[in-house]
């Protein structure tokens, strides 16, 4: 069937009106109807690239510092400027850090950074390293808390969407550059098959003087073009996103509530029976005052009896029944004090002090409250007295007279509380 004149020119000019439409960028709307709630995490010591890696692949200009002098100092999410509809990336103070942060509150932090925004799903993990052939404690340390991302039923799993990006060179290939990270990652998990990406940024002197075979695979010097190319190809053969999930627990033995992964290392070290009261007298003032009033009002009792009664002998005998509570109640009183006081007279001491909280004696074995052995505090109760981890070099500085109790905290769910 044919067209008219008018229905080409008016198809022509709709042709043209499409080819001048430009390609907007998504709004953060549209952004998260797919990705809104995914990341991609970037972790590594201070001065491995981390902040670089970022502007690089998002079209960011974070500020990037030389060396090893940390200018992260909050995480911060960042929105992908040159993908559309991608993950943030959230960039973090790096571990090992110059300014003295903790690692583990570093980790603690980027944990919360999640949760606080809803960023749960995991695209990536991008591991910033220098090139080390052998493994060391600071990688094993960091491979730790990059496998807490991922617990229980999940664990392990977080390691097929890491990669270890390796700036600088040493070795032939970028595997061999990454070897360190990679063995701190079998270490803990011994599935673990991170991806690598070994690079050089490349100099004008090699990027005129070279060919690009040579450049690429040889001497690994890239561009900035060229490392988001190599990213953007490793991103796009990783696996599903990985859920990061947060629990909401509470330790029975310090009383920290939430996600175990933010919870203080700190807890109490051991539970004993004890009281939460204080050491009292068995009979009170008022209970001794009562029995001495008594035995006076039956002192004048009697002697009113005696003038009326001839039977004087049986009234005398009837004295000490009425007197003796209260004395007995009042010698109680002064000779009875603790196990740690000295006597009050002598060497005549009772020992029958009663603990406010219960009534129980004093010499009564265990007790009415559970309490921790070191502190004293009621046990599940606020503050906690001693660290569970040994901490690392940054925490120890700002620490003093700390003990060290090893253990795990006493988790119980309370998610069902929650639930309206």
Known sequence: MGHTMKEISDEKDDIQKEDLIPFLPLSEKQKSKKHGDSCVLVVGTTGTGKTSTVNIYTGSSLEVGEGAQAVTVNTIAVEDEIHADAPKWIDS?????????????????????MQNNKLSKVKAVV???????????????????????????????????????CKGKLA???????????MAAN??????????????????EVLEGTSEKLRKESLRALTKDEIRIELEKIFN?????????FSNQKCQACGQTGDPRLMEDKCHRNKKEGHVGTLEQRFSKAEVGVAAAGGV?????????????PEVELILLALP??????????????????????PPCGMIKITDMRWSCCGAQEL??????????????????????????????????SLAGYEVHVKNHDLVDISEEYKT
Request: charged share 20%.
């Open 364 to 397: 009564s074995p265990g007790g009415c409250t559970d309490l921790c052995d070191l502190c004293g505090a009621v046990w599940g109760k606020d503050p906690p007295c001693v660290l569970i981890r040994h901490p690392d070099s940054n925490l120890q500085q």
């Open 237 to 245: 053969d990783l696996p599903p996103l990985v859920q990061v999930v």
């Open 172 to 182: 032939k290939t970028a595997y061999e550059d990454c070897q360190g990270a990679r």
């Open 187 to 204: 270490k803990v998990y011994v599935h673990a098959e991170p991806k690598c990406l070994g690079y050089e940024f490349v100099t004008d």
């Open 127 to 165: 591991w910033c390293v220098l090139p080390q052939p052998r493994m060391d404690s600071t990688l094993q340390a960091q491979a730790k808390f990059i496998d807490m991302l991922t617990v229980e039923n999940d664990k392990g799993r977080i390691w097929s969407n890491v990669v270890i990006i």
């Open 321 to 342: 029944v009425i007197m003796g509570p209260g004395a007995i109640m009042s010698g109680h009183r002064f000779l009875n004090s603790s196990t740690t006081s000295q």
């Open 93 to 113: 103070p790096g571990w090992s850090d110059t300014e003295g942060r903790s690692d583990a509150k570093v980790f603690k932090e980027l944990l919360r950074h």
């Open 297 to 309: 009002a039956g002192v004048i009792g009697l002697s009113v009896a005696a003038v009326l009664a």
